[in-house]
């Protein structure tokens, strides 16, 4: 059984995957805005896996008979000046979840909770991957500069996520 410490940091998990689904459907809705399509079509797919994401922590919750409770999803910001400025913040935000997950683990461990350590490591290892794709492409739209051939190319490079 999950102790009531631990139902509720995975509960608030969920919630911030939730939101981060949100904040990278908010992105693609922005790169929409501006005809960057590549750009848009990568966070579809990336809210997409956050979404499922949230849906683990929904599941595993269930599989231990414990509570889901729903929280309200914040508002993610609307717009972002461009992809540089919105892959700035995906690395960022990235880096945040990670410090979560790696105090949920910390949680998991104090409560000899070993089932939900080992449940955790999927994430750990899952924000490994998710840190060093953003800090690629951002690292790249660094390179690309000003560059609106080098934007372009980018965007028609990203645009394959998801489509075989
Ligand atoms: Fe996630
Ligand atoms: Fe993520």
Redesign the pocket.
């Known amino acids: 059984m999950l102790s009531k410490k631990m139902e509720k940091a995975l509960n608030e998990q969920l919630n911030a995957?939730a939101y981060?689904s949100y904040l990278y459907l908010s992105m693609s809705a922005s790169f929409s805005a501006r005809n960057l399509k590549g750009f848009a079509q990568w966070m579809n797919v990336?809210a997409k896996?956050?979404f499922a994401?949230a849906m683990k922590f929904y599941d595993y919750l269930i599989l231990r008979g414990a509570r889901v409770t729903l929280q309200g999803v914040a508002q993610p910001p609307a717009d972002w000046a461009g992809p540089a400025a919105a892959f700035k913040d995906t690395v960022a935000?990235?880096e945040k979840?990670t410090a979560m997950i790696d105090k949920l683990a910390d949680l998991a461990v104090a409560e000899k909770d070993h089932a939900s350590r080992e449940f955790l490591d999927w994430f750990v290892k899952?924000?490994v991957e998710?840190e060093a794709q953003a800090n690629e492409i951002a690292q790249r739209l660094n390179l690309a500069g000003s560059s609106t051939g080098a934007l372009l190319f980018m965007d028609h490079e990203l645009g394959k996520r998801g489509k075989g």
């Open positions: 995957e981060s990336q896996e956050e994401h935000h990235e979840v899952e924000q998710e």
